[in-house]
């Protein structure tokens, strides 16, 4: 079953973070989230030359997009769209979200370090997902 933690609860929780305030938070209808889609054909080529030809595209709160997944590792990016594509997981610094799962995607807007084109990673916990990790997507092959 998918994860519907509404508007309000992933408000608590990404707020609980500290890395963007609940007004980027994405409203979801009547608390209703949009099931994450697996989405193959969807190719994606990152700064370093690895490629994927497939990516989910889920829910997610705006906010910072960060070099490695750590908390404390440079912010590359920001994700200013609440539903984004992701092509791979990886094990970080724990989080609000009571795991240590990191998404990779690459950021709506690069904020540093050009030479990344903002690829990086959010928490499992600025996402809608039915678990973590997402069934069926790929961990990344460095993690």
Known sequence: MWRSTGGALLATVVAATGLLST???PAHAGGAT???VMREGSAHTDWTGMTWDA?????????DVRLQSFKD?????RMVTTRSWFVCWKVGDPHAGGNNIWYYTQAD???SRPTAQGWGYMPAVMLETPQDPVPGLPKCSWG
């Open 73 to 77: 590792s440079p912010v590359v990016g």
């Open 109 to 111: 807007e690069v904020v």
């Open 34 to 36: 949009t099931a994450c």
């Open 55 to 63: 990516d989910i595209l889920c829910d997610n709160a705006a906010g």
């Open 23 to 25: 007004a980027a938070v």
